[in-house]
């Protein structure tokens, strides 16, 4: 079966950087698109950014264009957020999913396979 696994999580102050990766097993990685959703204390899941099967496309949330990247390696199975100059409402739990098709989605009901998260905290 599919799984994802998300790692580097962790505590960071304004204005610092991390990178989140998650790793896809189950199947052929580079057929499906992917995705960045979170989920901060008392709100809903919120999408983040998105890419398609090859890297090719990418989309984000206006809250982190600019600071956010998403990428993607096929030949390790694994699709990577770039977190830069982040701020305390950036704090959230980090969520990797995968669709079923090669293209890219900001709507949730759109992934099959959702990984366990990861915390993101910006202390201010």
């Known amino acids: 079966q599919v799984q994802l696994v998300e790692s580097g999580g962790g505590l960071v102050q304004t204005g610092g950087s991390l990178r989140l990766s998650c790793a896809a097993t189950?199947?052929?990685?580079?057929?499906?698109?992917m995705g960045w959703f979170r989920q901060a204390p008392g709100k809903e899941r919120e999408f983040v950014a998105t890419?398609?099967?090859?890297?090719?496309?990418?989309n984000y949330v206006d809250s982190v264009k600019g600071r956010f990247t998403i990428s993607r390696d096929n030949t390790k199975n694994t699709v990577y957020l770039q977190m830069n100059s982040l701020k305390p409402e950036d704090t959230a739990v980090y969520y990797c999913?995968?669709?079923?098709?090669?293209?890219?989605?900001?709507?949730?009901?759109?992934?099959?396979?959702w990984g366990q998260g990861t915390q993101v905290t910006v202390s201010s």
């Open positions: 999913a995968q669709r079923s098709n090669t293209w890219a989605s900001v709507r949730s009901s759109d992934y099959t396979y």
């Open positions: 189950g199947r052929t990685f580079s057929n499906y698109a």
């Open positions: 890419i398609n099967w090859i890297g090719s496309i990418t």
